[in-house]
């Protein structure tokens, strides 16, 4: 079957860096994506990985391992407005159902100042 | 980056009615749109996927008969909730994919602002 796992809750510290990370096992690997989703609203895109190791963008970095199946974000430089759920999700499929995601339960981060 | 609208975004509704939610690509032409719908601090559960001008295709568990989804244009899928019970209580997203013209793998999907709908 599909699953996806990442820690249900993370609390950091404003200015500090953070790692969420996500496990998966999924019947055929198209891509990992990091999605940030405040309450209430919609996903919004981060990252996206498909080849092993590190993507860089801004204060946000999101690492591969395919052999693993693991994958984690960073965030450098924490803000307040960084508070949000962090959703992981893997496109399981080939290209005849490209868009298809399935999503991590979520990791809800707190930022504290 | 590309939009996708959705309306509306909440809607109250009393037990045995039905409420249709519309998904539009306002700058892009989507082939391809997925409803998810996500329970409180849980994450987004794929429901269908609406491809144009044919049946959508519905996950194990999701009653295409309550759930009925159109996609009549490029632009445009619509999702209705059917007699909606309280238990169809539920914050309901739309999404659609957007090729990227140099990578033809690494395709966004881009997602509508969802529709909060509570049953009463």
């Known amino acids: 079957g599909q699953n996806i796992d990442q820690p249900t809750e993370m609390t950091a510290t404003e200015g500090a860096i953070v790692q969420i990370n996500c496990t998966y096992q999924?019947?055929?690997?198209?891509?990992l994506f990091w999605y940030q989703q405040h309450a209430g609203e919609a996903p919004t895109f981060l990252s996206y990985?498909?080849?092993?190791g590190l993507e860089e963008k801004g204060r946000f970095s999101s690492f591969l391992s395919r052999s693993k199946g693991y994958s984690y974000l960073l965030l450098k430089e924490l803000q307040m407005k960084d508070s949000a759920s962090y959703l992981c999700?893997?496109?399981?499929?080939?290209?005849?159902?490209?868009?298809?995601?399935?999503f991590g339960q979520g990791t809800t981060l707190q930022v504290k100042p | 980056g590309a939009v996708v609208s959705q309306h509306p975004s909440w809607v109250i509704c009393k037990s045995g009615t039905s409420v249709k939610i519309e998904c539009r690509s306002l700058?892009?032409?989507?082939?391809?749109m997925f409803w998810y719908r996500q329970f409180p601090k849980q994450s987004l559960m794929l429901m269908a996927t609406?491809?144009?001008?044919?049946?959508?295709?519905?996950e194990q568990g999701v009653e295409k008969d309550k759930f009925l989804i159109n996609h009549a244009s490029l632009t445009l899928s619509t999702l209705t909730v059917t007699s909606a019970h309280p238990e169809d209580s539920s914050f309901y997203i739309c999404?659609?994919?957007?090729?990227?013209?140099?990578?033809?793998?690494?395709?966004?999907?881009?997602f509508g602002s969802g529709t909060q709908l509570s049953v009463l």
């Open positions: 999700a893997v496109r399981a499929h080939g290209s005849s159902n490209t868009g298809k995601l399935i």
């Open positions: 999404s659609a994919s957007h090729r990227q013209e140099k990578a033809s793998t690494n395709e966004k999907l881009f």
């Open positions: 700058d892009f032409q989507a082939t391809t």
């Open positions: 609406s491809n144009e001008g044919s049946k959508a295709t519905y």
């Open positions: 990985n498909v080849l092993d």
């Open positions: 999924t019947s055929g690997f198209n891509g």
